[in-house]
């Protein structure tokens, strides 16, 4: 029962994540992306996703992994940008008890509770020289050191990066490692802003209109052609978000 119970979730979830459920219009820019992104992601390969903030890199991340053979795995989350380093190394590779204060416990880290699957790490340009070296290494010897720890924990992921930043500037700049680069970026994928896909505008509010709709018991509300235009006119600095 239980095994029938996990395929089954499994099921509703690769269905919930799939490609046909990232909102675009036939053709269009993020069509090719997708259709690439899918491609890649049959092979367990690392993959870096680039695009402005609010873009969708995340929801392309879950997408490449329900369609991959790691869909039985966990998919996992950091978000790099939101936590300084020391406690960075700690959330992704683990820790022991009585490593730092306040560890009164083995912790084990984002690698460890993904294996066998995926970890997406998002805004990675955002980490430390001195960070990049640890998460290198990890990526090299597939295995992590818990913080505190003197033997090395295996793991099996597949990590998939993600950054609003040009990193290729970031590297001749010397503030991102160039062989952490070439590590992350077997597969590079680029979101586009909305901004430069005007056609998925509609697409995209129509189905947000639905939804709200839905919410608030009034199924079958549309958008009328004056508001479409007015939203197709507008920028949209902050994007999709």
């Known amino acids: 029962m239980l095994r029938q119970r996990t395929a089954g979730q499994m099921a509703q979830a690769r269905q919930h994540f799939s490609f046909d459920r990232i909102l675009r219009s036939p053709g269009g820019p993020l069509d090719a992306v997708c259709a690439m992104a899918e491609r890649v992601a049959r092979y367990d390969i690392p993959v870096l ?28 989350v ?42 997406f790490l998002d805004e990675i340009g955002e980490t430390s020289p001195a960070f990049q070296v640890k998460l290198l290494r990890v990526l090299q010897e597939g295995e992590v050191r818990p913080v505190g720890g003197v033997r090395p924990v295996p793991v099996n992921v597949r990590v998939i990066a993600a950054t609003h930043r040009q990193l290729e500037q970031r590297v001749h700049d010397g503030l991102f490692r160039e062989d952490l680069y070439y590590r ?12 430069e896909r005007v056609a998925d505008i509609p697409t995209i509010a129509r189905q947000i209109a639905l939804d709200v709709a839905a919410e608030l018991g009034h199924p079958g509300a549309g958008l009328p052609d004056d508001t479409l ?13």
């Open 49 to 76: 996703v680039l695009g402005e903030s609010g873009t969708g890199k995340e929801l392309l991340a879950r997408a490449i992994h329900y369609a991959s053979p790691r869909v039985g795995g966990p998919f996992v």
């Open 78 to 119: 950091e978000n790099c940008a939101a936590i300084p380093d020391t406690l960075l190394e700690s959330e992704l590779f683990g820790h022991k008890r009585g490593a730092f204060t306040g560890a009164h416990e083995d912790h084990p880290g984002l690698f460890q509770r993904g294996d066998g699957g995926t970890v």
């Open 184 to 195: 992350l970026a077997a597969v590079t994928l680029t979101v586009p802003p909305l901004r």
């Open 229 to 241: 235009a007015c939203l197709m006119a507008y920028p949209w600095p902050g994007n999709i978000r």
